[in-house]
């Protein structure tokens, strides 16, 4: 799931009959089976491993009166896709409104995408055949593609399930990526470099089973930053995986000179689990959060908490419960108000308000 930057009472999702829907919060524009959506059409033939609103940078150079939405989608039929959800038609076969096809390719990976991150038009996208691709996507002013492989990167030996990039100070074009896989590594990349067999830093069992989740901290660039801090947050990467752990790291503190299982044990916090070890869970955290530059936020282990937690102090700062099991997070800010969506198991989508 993801919230847009440019409209964000939008917010999009994914799910596993390769089904995307957009969603706006006020429920103004509506359909005959739920006032919130705007559009749910199938957009791929297996689950969708992600949803992104394209950058804004890209969504710029489109002209202004096609009052365009692009967005991308990656799924486990190894297709990236590109819609534009501000022009919809009927489909003849199925009879349903669906957004315009403006892209599409399967020949980026042999097999199948498990994750995927975008920024500027640069396209990471990491595969059950073990690799890590680096593409670049450019949109005319009337949302003509172009589209071109750049780089394959080689560092993990198992399905890459997580790849995020860092983003940069004043939205540049960033050049650092994180990974994880069911290898149980974490690594960072330089994508400058020559070298796409290795990676700059890795971390060896990072967690238990295999890592699911590597996050930046997005709100390094805060107002509230004193540079120092502005350094601190900007390396801080958070982790999860098959096992009841959420890791933060401050790269700056991984040394690539040691062995990667030295690294494995320099986090600056370990969070544990939400779930008392006498009830019977599934051990995996999903979909941890930044919520600021002091909160993360979680799901997991197969109950109904959320789980917030300090990054100052490494406490617990609050538990609450859901109805049903939450899957997964997204979140935005609208005028200093923090919405938190969370997906459950069921299909329904809880929106949730924080003014910290």
């Given at each position: 799931m993801e919230f847009s930057d440019k409209y964000p009472d939008l917010l999009l999702a994914g799910g596993k009959?390769?089904?995307?829907?957009?969603?706006h919060l006020n429920g103004n524009l509506s359909n005959s089976e739920n006032k919130n959506v705007i559009i749910s059409f199938k957009a791929h033939q297996k689950w969708i491993s992600d949803v992104k609103f394209l950058s804004e940078n890209i969504c710029n150079k489109v002209d202004s009166n096609t009052q365009s939405i692009p967005i991308i989608t990656s799924?486990?039929?190894?297709?990236?896709?590109?819609?534009?959800?501000?022009?919809?038609?009927?489909?003849?076969?199925?009879?349903?409104?669906?957004?315009?096809?403006?892209?599409?390719?399967?020949?980026?990976?042999?097999?199948?995408?498990?994750?995927?991150?975008?920024?500027?038009?640069?396209?990471?996208?990491?595969?059950?055949?073990?690799s890590i691709v680096l593409s670049k996507l450019a949109l005319s002013s009337t949302?003509?593609?172009?589209?071109?492989?750049?780089?394959?990167?080689?560092?993990?030996?198992?399905?890459?399930?997580?790849?995020?990039?860092?983003?940069?100070?004043?939205?540049?074009?960033?050049?650092?990526?994180?990974?994880?896989?069911?290898?149980?590594?974490?690594?960072?990349?330089?994508?400058?470099?020559?070298?796409?067999?290795?990676?700059?830093?890795?971390?060896?069992?990072?967690?238990?089973?295999?890592?699911?989740?590597?996050?930046?901290?997005?709100?390094?660039?805060?107002?509230?930053?004193?540079?120092?801090?502005?350094?601190?947050?900007?390396?801080?990467?958070?982790?999860?995986?098959?096992?009841?752990?959420?890791?933060?790291?401050?790269?700056?503190?991984?040394?690539?000179?040691?062995?990667?299982?030295?690294?494995?044990?320099?986090?600056?916090?370990?969070?544990?689990?939400?779930?008392?070890?006498?009830?019977?869970?599934?051990t995996s955290i999903n979909s941890p959060k930044f919520l600021s530059n002091e909160t993360i936020v979680t799901t997991g282990e197969g109950n109904d908490n959320i789980s917030l937690y300090c990054l100052k102090t490494g406490l617990t700062l609050s538990r609450g419960e859901l109805p049903e099991k939450p899957i997964t997070l997204a979140i935005n800010d609208i005028n200093k108000t923090k919405n938190l969506a969370v997906s459950c198991k069921s299909g329904s989508i809880y929106i949730l308000h924080s003014n910290n």
């Open positions: 009959g390769g089904v995307v829907s957009l969603f799924s486990d039929d190894g297709f990236i896709k590109v819609w534009d959800l501000g022009k919809c038609r009927k489909n003849s076969q199925s009879g349903f409104e669906e957004p315009k096809l403006i892209y599409k390719n399967n020949n980026i990976h042999d097999k199948g995408i498990f994750s995927m991150d975008e920024v500027n038009g640069l396209i990471l996208t990491g595969s059950k055949d073990r949302l003509t593609p172009s589209f071109e492989i750049l780089s394959t990167f080689n560092h993990h030996y198992n399905v890459v399930k997580s790849v995020n990039w860092k983003r940069t100070l004043n939205n540049e074009n960033p050049v650092i990526f994180a990974s994880g896989g069911q290898d149980r590594m974490v690594c960072i990349k330089d994508i400058r470099t020559n070298d796409t067999d290795n990676a700059e830093l890795s971390i060896a069992n990072a967690h238990d089973g295999g890592v699911h989740t590597v996050l930046w901290n997005p709100y390094f660039n805060s107002s509230e930053n004193d540079q120092e801090n502005l350094e601190k947050n900007h390396n801080m990467l958070m982790t999860a995986g098959m096992d009841p752990f959420i890791k933060v790291y401050d790269v700056r503190k991984l040394t690539k000179n040691s062995s990667d299982e030295a690294n494995s044990a320099n986090p600056l916090f370990i969070f544990k689990g939400h779930t008392s070890n006498h009830i019977k869970k599934i």
